[in-house]
């Protein structure tokens, strides 16, 4: 069964960091794209960050630059790190897995989801 959990909620200011976890069991990550999404009050799912079965890395527009996701094997863990934290980053962020080969940040391309966690940026 495949189930993945996130960790790492938090508030911090404007210009702070946190690092977000994703501890996977019943996937493999030579076998996945895992990703990150974020959804935040009244608006849609959108997608984050995303690491192929190989290691490529895509990011979204917004977090470029800022973001840097991050899996280590041999713990079945997905990172996400997050710097130069922004008031608009302020959302519940999920992690996704995608048996797809090039999914993108397209959350309907990821069939296992975990529950979230809240990530609040104060001005």
């Known amino acids: 069964q495949v189930q993945l959990m996130e960790s790492g909620a938090g508030s911090v200011q404007a210009g702070g960091s946190l690092r977000l976890s994703c501890a996977a069991s019943?996937?493999?990550?030579?076998?996945?794209?895992m990703g990150w999404f974020r959804q935040a009050p009244g608006k849609e799912r959108e997608g984050v960050a995303l690491i192929s079965s190989i290691g490529q890395t895509t990011y979204a527009y917004s977090v470029k630059g800022r973001f840097t996701i991050s899996k280590e094997s041999a713990k079945n863990t997905l990172y996400l790190q997050m710097n130069s934290l922004k008031p608009e980053d302020t959302a519940m962020y999920y992690c996704?897995?995608?048996?797809?080969?090039?999914?993108?940040?397209?959350?309907?391309?990821?069939?296992?989801w975990g529950q979230g966690t809240q990530v609040t940026v104060s001005s």
């Open positions: 019943g996937v493999s990550f030579s076998r996945y794209s």
């Open positions: 996704a897995a995608s048996r797809a080969w090039s999914p993108g940040l397209i959350p309907v391309n990821f069939g296992v």
